[in-house]
C-alpha cells in the first residue's frame, strides 16, 4: 500500500483535463501512476512521458490491477463503457470526481435525493466510493500545485463512508496542494455536487475565473 517515502499506485480512469491534469501532479508527487481511457493509446503514452518516470500508460484493466486508489474521471455518458472494461472491483478505493452530467453538460441527471457518488457506489458492490476533486475546475490545479508549500493553501471538501478510503483521499488531495475538507459521509455529494456544478457556472459564465472555486472560504472574511 501507501507510504510517504514510495507513493501509491494510483489508476487513472479518464486521462483527460481532469484525469490528465491530477494523474499528472499525482506522479510529480511522489505515486505510480497507470493514465488510460482516452481516445488514443498516443495520447495516454504521450501523457505518461510529460509526467515522468512514476508514470505509464495502461489499459483500464491495468490500470486498476494493481491500484491502492482508483481515479474515476469521465463524463457520465461513458461511465457503463468504463466500468465494463474494469474487472473486479470490489475493495478497491476509487476517488471519483465524475459529476453526474447530461450529455450537453448544462444539468445534473442525478440530484436532490441522490448523486452521482451514491449512484456509482450502489452500482459497484463493495467498492470503497470517495468523493473529491469535483469542486474545482482543472484550470487551477497546475497553479495550486506550484503553491503547495505556501502557508494558506486552498480548501477542497472530499465525502466518503470509510476512514480508510477517506485518508487515502485527503493524502492526494494534500499532495496535489489543497488543505482536505472532510465533509462528512458519500451522501454530502447530493450537496456537494450541485455546488460543483454552480462553482463551474460562476467561473465560465461569469467574470470570477477559475480560481473562484476556492475563493468560496473567503467569503465574508
Ligand atoms: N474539467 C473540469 O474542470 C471538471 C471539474 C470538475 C469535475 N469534472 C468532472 O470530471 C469528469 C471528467 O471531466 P474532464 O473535463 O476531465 O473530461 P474530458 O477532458 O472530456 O476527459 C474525459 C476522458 O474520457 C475520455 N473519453 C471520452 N470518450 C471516450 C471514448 N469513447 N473512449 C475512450 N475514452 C473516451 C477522453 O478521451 P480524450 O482524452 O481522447 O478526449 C478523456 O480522456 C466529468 O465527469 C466532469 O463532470 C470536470
Request: charge should be positive; aromatic fraction near 6%.
Amino acid at each position: 500500500m501507501r507510504h510517504r517515502d514510495t507513493g501509491m499506485r494510483v489508476g487513472i480512469l479518464g486521462s483527460g483535463l481532469m484525469g490528465g491534469k491530477l494523474g499528472t501532479l499525482f506522479a510529480r508527487a511522489g505515486h505510480e501512476v497507470v493514465f488510460s481511457y482516452a481516445r488514443s493509446e498516443r495520447k495516454l503514452a504521450r501523457l505518461a512521458r510529460a509526467a515522468g518516470l512514476k508514470a505509464r500508460s495502461g489499459t483500464v484493466r491495468e490500470a486498476v490491477r494493481d491500484a491502492d486508489v482508483i481515479l474515476l474521471a469521465v463524463h457520465w455518458s461513458r461511465m457503463d463503457d468504463v466500468l465494463s472494461q474494469t474487472g473486479d472491483l470490489s475493495g478497491k478505493v476509487i476517488v471519483t470526481c465524475s459529476l453526474p452530467m447530461n450529455d450537453d453538460d448544462t444539468e445534473l441527471v442525478i440530484a436532490d435525493t441522490s448523486s452521482g457518488a451514491e449512484v456509482l457506489a450502489s452500482r459497484i458492490p463493495g467498492a470503497r466510493v470517495v468523493s473529491a476533486f469535483n469542486t474545482v475546475p482543472s484550470e487551477v490545479l497546475f497553479a495550486v500545485f506550484e503553491a503547495r508549500r505556501r502557508a494558506n493553501k486552498p480548501s477542497l471538501v472530499y465525502c466518503g463512508d470509510e476512514p480508510r478510503s477517506k485518508r487515502i483521499a485527503a493524502d492526494l488531495i494534500r499532495d496535489v496542494g489543497f488543505t482536505p475538507v472532510d465533509s462528512g459521509p458519500l451522501k454530502i455529494a447530493r450537496y456537494t455536487e450541485p455546488f460543483a456544478l454552480l462553482v463551474a457556472r460562476i467561473a465560465y459564465q461569469g467574470a470570477g475565473g477559475a480560481e473562484v472555486a476556492y475563493r468560496f472560504e473567503r467569503l465574508g472574511k
